[in-house]
T-cell receptor
Framework: NAGVTQTPKFQVLKTGQSMTLQCAQD?????MYWYRQDPGMGLRLIYY???????DKGEVPNGYNVSRLNKREFSLRLESAAPSQTSVYFC????????????FGEGSRLTVL | AQSVSQHNHHVILSEAASLELGCNYS??????LFWYVQYPGQHLQLLLK??????LVKGIKGFEAEFIKSKFSFNLRKPSVQWSDTAEYFC????????????FGKGTSLLVTP
């Protein structure tokens, strides 16, 4: 039972390079989310997809784009990486609505030099 | 503005001590509240959640939390901590805004010493 799977787990980029973080869930959840975690800042929402076919900005969307490829997959793209995007990125999924808990992937540690 | 505040950023306790981590939120209307735990090097896992009913909720590993509506609080408690409870703890509120994403507090880092 895989749950939420993120790839890659680690990545080092140079400033200006681009990359895509992949996320897939096998729980048939409608909603998916991308967060970033920085020391002392907790988790901050980058983008979310409440249901297949929709995406919306969260608290810190600048410098990122997302694609909800299908119900299972939700990718996060950095078009031109900056050192400020050095962080740990978490993908999560849940049933749509107020009561569903979020299930998290294991995280992707990104370093931008 | 809607927010979640965790009062203690770093807590150090000896094994067998009691734990209480504070969490306050500022949201109008109905709220759904969560505590997540992140063990070193791992992803977030749900400890417990409150939606309605009994304001005292019990979670995994002996943790419990009390929802006090009048104080906008959802404090996490454990009567006797163990070394294995060393982790970061996050309070979160689920909001209709942002597609029912979780809005997290900044976390409390707990170190339990032998």
């Amino acid at each position: 039972n895989a749950g939420v799977t993120q790839t890659p787990k680690f990545q080092v980029l140079k400033t200006g390079q681009s990359m895509t973080l992949q996320c897939a869930q096998d729980m048939n959840h409608n909603s998916m989310y991308w967060y970033r975690q920085d020391p002392g800042m907790g988790l901050r929402l980058i983008y979310y997809s409440a249901s297949e076919g929709t995406t919306d900005k969260g608290e810190v969307p600048n410098g990122y784009n997302v694609s909800r490829l299908n119900k299972r997959e939700f990718s996060l793209r950095l078009e031109s990486a900056a050192p400020s995007q050095t962080s740990v990125y978490f993908c999560a999924s849940s049933e749509f609505g107020s009561t569903g808990e979020l299930f998290f992937g294991e995280g992707s540690r990104l370093t931008v030099l | 503005a809607q927010s979640v505040s965790q009062h203690n950023h770093h807590v150090i306790l000896s094994e067998a001590a009691s734990l209480e981590l504070g969490c306050n939120y500022s949201y109008g209307g109905t709220v759904n509240l969560f505590w997540y735990v992140q063990y070193p090097g791992q992803h977030l896992q749900l400890l417990l959640k409150y939606f309605s009913g009994d304001p005292l909720v019990k979670g995994i590993k002996g943790f419990e939390a009390e929802f006090i509506k009048s104080k906008f609080s959802f404090n996490l408690r454990k009567p006797s901590v163990q070394w294995s409870d060393t982790a970061e703890y996050f309070c979160a509120v689920k909001s209709r805004h942002s597609g029912y994403a979780l809005n997290f507090g900044k976390g409390t880092s707990l170190l339990v010493t032998p």
